[in-house]
Protein backbone atom coordinates (compact mmCIF):
# COMPACT_ATOMS: atom_id res chain seq x y z
CA UNK A 1 0.00 0.00 0.00
CA UNK A 2 2.75 2.42 0.75
CA UNK A 3 4.44 1.87 -2.51
CA UNK A 4 1.08 3.35 -4.31
CA UNK A 5 1.31 6.65 -2.33
CA UNK A 6 3.46 9.64 -3.04
CA UNK A 7 6.73 9.85 -1.29
CA UNK A 8 6.68 13.40 -0.60
CA UNK A 9 3.15 14.40 2.17
CA UNK A 10 2.15 17.62 3.55
CA UNK A 11 0.63 17.86 7.39
CA UNK A 12 -2.79 19.16 8.02
CA UNK A 13 -4.63 19.86 11.40
CA UNK A 14 -7.67 17.39 11.60
CA UNK A 15 -10.06 17.75 10.93
CA UNK A 16 -8.88 19.63 7.72
CA UNK A 17 -6.65 16.65 6.87
CA UNK A 18 -10.09 14.84 7.15
CA UNK A 19 -12.31 17.31 4.61
CA UNK A 20 -9.40 17.16 1.99
CA UNK A 21 -9.95 13.53 1.37
CA UNK A 22 -13.49 12.81 2.47
CA UNK A 23 -15.41 16.23 2.37
CA UNK A 24 -14.65 17.73 -1.01
CA UNK A 25 -12.36 20.43 0.41
CA UNK A 26 -10.06 21.54 -2.84
CA UNK A 27 -8.39 24.32 -1.54
CA UNK A 28 -5.50 23.92 1.77
CA UNK A 29 -4.76 27.12 3.24
CA UNK A 30 -1.42 28.46 3.38
CA UNK A 31 1.25 31.57 3.63
CA UNK A 32 3.42 32.55 0.32
CA UNK A 33 6.00 32.15 2.71
CA UNK A 34 5.26 28.85 3.74
CA UNK A 35 4.65 27.53 0.12
CA UNK A 36 7.89 28.87 -0.79
CA UNK A 37 9.62 27.55 2.46
CA UNK A 38 8.15 24.16 2.38
CA UNK A 39 8.87 23.50 -1.55
CA UNK A 40 5.00 23.36 -2.61
CA UNK A 41 4.86 22.82 -6.18
CA UNK A 42 2.21 21.48 -8.33
CA UNK A 43 2.33 17.64 -8.01
CA UNK A 44 -0.11 14.41 -6.46
CA UNK A 45 0.98 14.55 -2.43
CA UNK A 46 -0.27 12.13 0.21
CA UNK A 47 -2.33 13.72 2.77
CA UNK A 48 -0.52 13.38 6.81
CA UNK A 49 -2.96 14.01 9.74
CA UNK A 50 -1.21 16.11 12.16
CA UNK A 51 -1.06 14.96 15.85
CA UNK A 52 -2.22 18.12 17.36
CA UNK A 53 -5.94 19.53 17.12
CA UNK A 54 -7.53 21.21 20.14
CA UNK A 55 -11.08 21.31 20.99
CA UNK A 56 -11.22 25.11 20.35
CA UNK A 57 -9.94 24.60 16.76
CA UNK A 58 -12.13 21.24 16.40
CA UNK A 59 -15.28 22.93 17.67
CA UNK A 60 -14.77 26.08 15.06
CA UNK A 61 -14.07 23.67 12.17
CA UNK A 62 -17.13 21.81 12.95
CA UNK A 63 -19.35 24.81 12.78
CA UNK A 64 -17.49 25.81 10.31
CA UNK A 65 -18.17 22.49 7.83
CA UNK A 66 -21.36 22.46 8.80
CA UNK A 67 -22.47 26.00 7.18
CA UNK A 68 -21.41 23.59 3.90
CA UNK A 69 -23.46 20.72 5.06
CA UNK A 70 -20.29 19.11 6.28
CA UNK A 71 -20.50 16.63 8.98
CA UNK A 72 -17.56 16.04 10.34
CA UNK A 73 -16.87 12.83 12.47
CA UNK A 74 -16.40 12.67 16.24
CA UNK A 75 -12.99 14.00 17.41
CA UNK A 76 -11.94 10.35 18.40
CA UNK A 77 -12.74 9.13 15.13
CA UNK A 78 -10.25 11.22 13.31
CA UNK A 79 -6.92 9.45 12.81
CA UNK A 80 -4.13 11.66 13.86
CA UNK A 81 -0.12 11.12 13.16
CA UNK A 82 -1.00 9.34 9.69
CA UNK A 83 -1.39 9.21 5.89
CA UNK A 84 -4.84 9.14 5.34
CA UNK A 85 -4.65 9.43 1.69
CA UNK A 86 -3.61 11.66 -1.23
CA UNK A 87 -4.11 14.41 -3.68
CA UNK A 88 -3.35 16.06 -6.82
CA UNK A 89 -2.21 19.80 -5.98
CA UNK A 90 -2.97 21.21 -9.44
CA UNK A 91 -2.98 25.16 -8.61
CA UNK A 92 -1.24 27.90 -6.17
CA UNK A 93 -3.76 30.71 -6.12
CA UNK A 94 -4.34 34.10 -3.92
CA UNK A 95 -8.02 34.71 -4.82
CA UNK A 96 -11.06 32.15 -5.35
CA UNK A 97 -14.41 31.98 -4.96
CA UNK A 98 -14.17 28.42 -3.29
CA UNK A 99 -15.93 28.52 -0.18
CA UNK A 100 -12.95 26.65 1.40
CA UNK A 101 -10.49 29.26 0.49
CA UNK A 102 -9.53 31.70 3.23
CA UNK A 103 -6.06 33.00 2.08
CA UNK A 104 -3.78 34.28 1.55
CA UNK A 105 -2.32 31.57 -0.70
CA UNK A 106 -4.47 27.75 -1.17
CA UNK A 107 -3.18 24.71 -2.91
CA UNK A 108 -5.53 23.62 -5.36
CA UNK A 109 -6.28 19.68 -5.06
CA UNK A 110 -7.95 17.28 -6.86
CA UNK A 111 -8.07 14.03 -7.21
CA UNK A 112 -8.44 12.81 -3.53
CA UNK A 113 -7.86 8.98 -2.52
CA UNK A 114 -8.19 7.70 0.63
CA UNK A 115 -5.95 5.27 2.05
CA UNK A 116 -5.70 3.07 5.66
CA UNK A 117 -4.13 5.41 8.48
CA UNK A 118 -0.76 4.79 8.17
CA UNK A 119 1.28 5.79 11.23
CA UNK A 120 3.85 8.34 10.42
CA UNK A 121 5.61 11.56 12.07
CA UNK A 122 4.82 14.42 10.37
CA UNK A 123 7.07 17.43 9.18
CA UNK A 124 6.67 21.37 8.39
CA UNK A 125 5.77 21.55 4.31
CA UNK A 126 6.17 19.14 1.73
CA UNK A 127 8.10 16.15 3.65
CA UNK A 128 9.54 12.94 2.76
CA UNK A 129 7.44 10.43 5.02
CA UNK A 130 8.08 6.87 6.33
CA UNK A 131 6.06 4.53 7.87
CA UNK A 132 6.00 4.35 12.04
CA UNK A 133 4.68 2.63 14.45
CA UNK A 134 1.33 3.82 16.25
CA UNK A 135 -1.06 6.30 15.69
CA UNK A 136 -1.51 9.78 17.93
CA UNK A 137 -3.27 8.76 21.27
CA UNK A 138 -6.59 9.45 21.43
CA UNK A 139 -6.85 12.53 24.78
CA UNK A 140 -9.69 12.19 26.86
CA UNK A 141 -11.46 15.30 25.62
CA UNK A 142 -11.62 13.76 22.21
CA UNK A 143 -13.21 10.61 23.68
CA UNK A 144 -15.35 12.93 25.56
CA UNK A 145 -16.44 14.97 23.03
CA UNK A 146 -20.58 14.70 22.79
CA UNK A 147 -20.66 12.07 25.23
CA UNK A 148 -24.24 12.19 27.41
CA UNK A 149 -22.46 13.41 30.85
CA UNK A 150 -19.16 12.08 29.72
CA UNK A 151 -20.67 8.49 29.84
CA UNK A 152 -19.62 5.96 27.14
CA UNK A 153 -22.06 3.70 28.10
CA UNK A 154 -24.90 6.52 27.46
CA UNK A 155 -26.65 6.19 24.30
CA UNK A 156 -26.35 8.58 22.03
CA UNK A 157 -29.87 9.43 21.22
CA UNK A 158 -29.52 12.42 18.46
CA UNK A 159 -25.86 10.31 16.78
CA UNK A 160 -27.40 12.13 13.60
CA UNK A 161 -28.03 15.22 14.82
CA UNK A 162 -26.11 18.02 13.43
CA UNK A 163 -23.47 20.23 15.43
CA UNK A 164 -25.33 22.54 18.39
CA UNK A 165 -23.69 26.32 18.88
CA UNK A 166 -26.10 28.75 19.94
CA UNK A 167 -23.82 31.26 18.56
CA UNK A 168 -20.30 30.39 16.53
CA UNK A 169 -17.31 29.19 18.26
CA UNK A 170 -14.83 31.57 18.44
CA UNK A 171 -12.19 31.05 15.87
CA UNK A 172 -9.08 29.94 17.29
CA UNK A 173 -6.23 32.32 16.98
CA UNK A 174 -3.92 31.57 13.57
CA UNK A 175 -6.86 30.00 12.02
CA UNK A 176 -7.96 31.34 8.42
CA UNK A 177 -11.70 30.88 7.38
CA UNK A 178 -10.88 26.98 6.36
Same mark, same amino acid.
Given at each position: ????????????????????????? $??????? &???????? %? *?? !?? =? +??????????????? $??????? &???????? %? *?? !?? =? +????????????????????????????????????????????????????????????????????????????????????????????????
Amino acid at each position: MTNQLPELALSVRQPWAWAIIFAGK $VIENRSE &GSIRAGKM %D *LR !RI =A +IHAATGMRKAEYDWA $VWRMDQD &GVRVPRPA %D *LS !RG =A +IIGAVDVVDIVTESDSPWFGGPCGLVLKNPSACEPIPCKGALGYFRWAPASDLASTPKWMRDYSVVNADPLTPDLFADAGPAFETPPPKPFGTRKS
